[in-house]
Every structure is written in C-alpha cells, then in structure tokens.
T-cell receptor, first 116, second 110 residues
Framework: AQTVTQSQPEMSVQEAETVTLSCTYDTSESNYYLFWYKQPPSRQMILVIRQEAYKQQNATENRFSVNFQKAAKSFSLKISDSQLGDTAMYFC?????????????FGKGITLSVRP | NAGVTQTPKFRILKIGQSMTLQCTQDMNHNYMYWYRQDPGMGLKLIYYSVGAGITDKGEVPNGYNVSRSTTEDFPLRLELAAPSQTSVYFCASIRQLEAFFGQGTRLTVV
C-alpha cells in the first residue's frame, strides 16, 4: 500500500517570501503521479500542481514549483512570492498509474498561514 | 457542465438514524470516490467505483455502503449513524489524472 507523509502540521510565512512544504511517500510502484492540492476555508479542493514520476524535470505552475527527488521519495512544494490568498491547507497526494485501482492517497495536510 | 455535485452541504443526524449523501457528476467519468476528512487526518478513502455496477472498499468502509447503478450517480449510505461518523465528506471523480471534487458535506452525528 502507498503512504504519504506530511510531517509538518503548520507553517507560517511572511507575505512576498518563499516557503517550502515537505512531503514524502512510500511505494513500490514505478509508474505513479504526485499532486499538491490546496484547500482554502471554503473547503473546495483545488489542484495546485502535478508531477509524473517518469519525468525528471520538476513541474512548475507560475509561483508554485516542486522539488521531486524520486530516489529519496520526496516531493516538496515551493511557493514563491507568497500571497495572502495562499493561506489554506495543502495536501500532498499519490496516485498509481492509470488502471483499475487508480485512487488518490492523501497525506494529513499542512496548514499554511501567510502573514501580512 | 456542473462538475461534481454533492447534496446536502450540511446535515445533523441523531445517533441511529440513517441517511444518503448524494453525488452526481455530468462528465461521464468512470472513476468515482468517497472520502471523509477529519481534522489533522487528511482525506481517507471510504469507497470507490471504477464504473457502473462496480464498487470496492477503501481504507475506512465500516458503517457505510455505496451503489453505482449509473455512471452519473454514486450515493453513500449511512445506515446507523454513530458519533464517529461526524466528519466532512467529499465525493470526487477522476479522469486522465485530474480529480474533480464536490463541495463537501459537513455531517454531525449527535
């Protein structure tokens, strides 16, 4: 079974600064995908970024980028130029390659607060 | 497209009552999921379905049942509500590595 670990329950960052959220995972699969989801107080789940395990290049989406270390099974999210709207819970998630058992496994999440 | 629609948004149940959480998607997705979210615990998979007529248990299925008679609908049934089922419930569908979530149902069992 796959496991996703987010060991930091909370983090705080000053507006305009950079913050990194950590995530590690455990799997014996070779074909899989990793995700970061944002959950603001509205409860809506919003996909932030996705990384395919077979790609060596780290994914980037505007101010969001990942540091994907496949051998170390590490998948951290870097948020640059933090904004007040980034305040939310962030979940790291894992999915095996497409097939009959494709389902998202989530970490426990981290609460990020951006200070003005 | 409405995406994934969950109803109700909020509900208070008494211990021992039953209810059905409704989930409908209009994207013709085969894969659908029910998660529960408890504070500090992330989202735990309750049940999932890979197509009409096919369902399977996730991590925390006890106390719940599901059915999938059509591609669009994936209702979650609580037969005898217990305080441990107080949680926020999310329905989701996945297609081509993109997950679409409903707005969630906050359920309180008293």
């Amino acid at each position: 079974a796959q496991t996703v670990t987010q060991s930091q329950p909370e983090m705080s960052v000053q507006e305009a600064e950079t913050v990194t959220l950590s995530c590690t995972y455990d799997t014996s699969e070779s074909n899989y995908y990793l995700f970061w989801y944002k959950q603001p107080p509205s409860r809506q789940m919003i996909l932030v970024i996705r990384q395919e395990a077979y790609k060596q290049q780290n994914a980037t989406e505007n101010r969001f980028s990942v540091n994907f270390q496949k051998a170390a099974k590490s998948f951290s999210l870097k948020i640059s130029d933090s904004q007040l709207g980034d305040t939310a819970m962030y979940f790291c998630a894992f999915m095996k390659g497409p097939g009959a058992n494709s389902k998202l496994t989530f970490g426990k999440g981290i609460t990020l607060s951006v200070r003005p | 497209n409405a995406g994934v629609t969950q109803t109700p948004k909020f509900r208070i149940l008494k211990i021992g009552q039953s209810m059905t959480l409704q989930c409908t998607q209009d994207m013709n997705h085969n894969y659908m999921y029910w998660y529960r979210q408890d504070p500090g615990m992330g989202l735990k998979l309750i049940y999932y379905s890979v197509g009409a007529g096919i369902t399977d248990k996730g991590e925390v299925p006890n106390g719940y049942n599901v059915s999938r008679s059509t591609t669009e609908d994936f209702p979650l049934r609580l037969e005898l509500a217990a305080p441990s089922q107080t949680s926020v419930y999310f329905c989701a569908s996945i297609r081509q590595l993109e997950a679409f979530f409903g707005q969630g149902t906050r359920l309180t069992v008293v």
